[in-house]
Every structure is written in C-alpha cells, then in structure tokens.
Nanobody
Framework: VQLVESGGGLVQTGGSLRLSCTASGNIRSINPMGWYRQAPGKQRELVAT?????????TYADSVKGRFTISRDTAKNTEYLQMDSLTPEDTGVYYC?????????????WGQGTQVTVSS
C-alpha cells in the first residue's frame, strides 16, 4: 500500500492550496483518513479526519476550523484537504494518513509528506 500526496507549495498569506492524497495497492477498504502536519521544531499534529460510515463524519483541529475542508472520493481512494485563508502558522510538512485494510492485513499508512509554506 502506498499513499502519494500532491498539491503543496508556496502561497501568500490569505491564499489557498488544495492537497490530494491517493492510496494504491491491494486495498480492500480505507477508513478513516486524515491529515497531519509538522511545523519546524514542533511535534506532528492532527489537522483533520474523515470517516465514511454511510455519510462522511469530519473533525478538525481548532486552529483550522472554518478555513480547512477535508473530503474524499472513495471510488478513487483519494482524500483532499482544501486550505483557505492560509497564515504563516500553517507552514509545515503535511502528511496524509489512512487506516487501510488489505486482503491480508490492516494498519496505519502514511504519505511521504508535502511542504506547505505560507509567506507573510
């Protein structure tokens, strides 16, 4: 199983970015999925999660509520993080995460990380 992220980059304060994360491999199911981030010198923190159980249930860190939106396309094994009204405090490496079940096992999987830099 592999998670591949895309969409990071450099943006000015107030700008927007959309991150994507696609899972591939011998996947039977993916649930939940989420995004973490790690700023320089800080611990990795949970940004948002999405759990699909008939309808998608989402959670957000207080620092991103109202600005970030997590979503997913189950058919494509892909999740997204729409980030609006970005501030320099959002700078960091963003990692996608998923609990994946295969035909042989299940467990936590991580993407390689994508850099998001917000300039003031």
């Amino acid at each position: 199983v592999q998670l591949v992220e895309s969409g990071g980059g450099l943006v000015q304060t107030g700008g927007s970015l959309r991150l994507s994360c696609t899972a591939s491999g011998n996947i039977r199911s993916i649930n939940p999925m989420g995004w973490y981030r790690q700023a320089p010198g800080k611990q990795r923190e949970l940004v948002a999660t999405i759990t699909g159980t008939g309808f998608d249930y989402t959670t957000y860190a207080d620092s991103v509520k109202g600005r970030f939106t997590i979503s997913r396309d189950t058919a494509k094994n892909t999740e997204y993080l729409q980030m609006d009204s970005l501030t320099p405090e959002d700078t960091g490496v963003y990692y996608c995460w998923a609990w994946v079940s295969t035909t042989q096992s299940h467990g936590n999987y991580w993407g390689q990380g994508t850099q998001v830099t917000v300039s003031s």
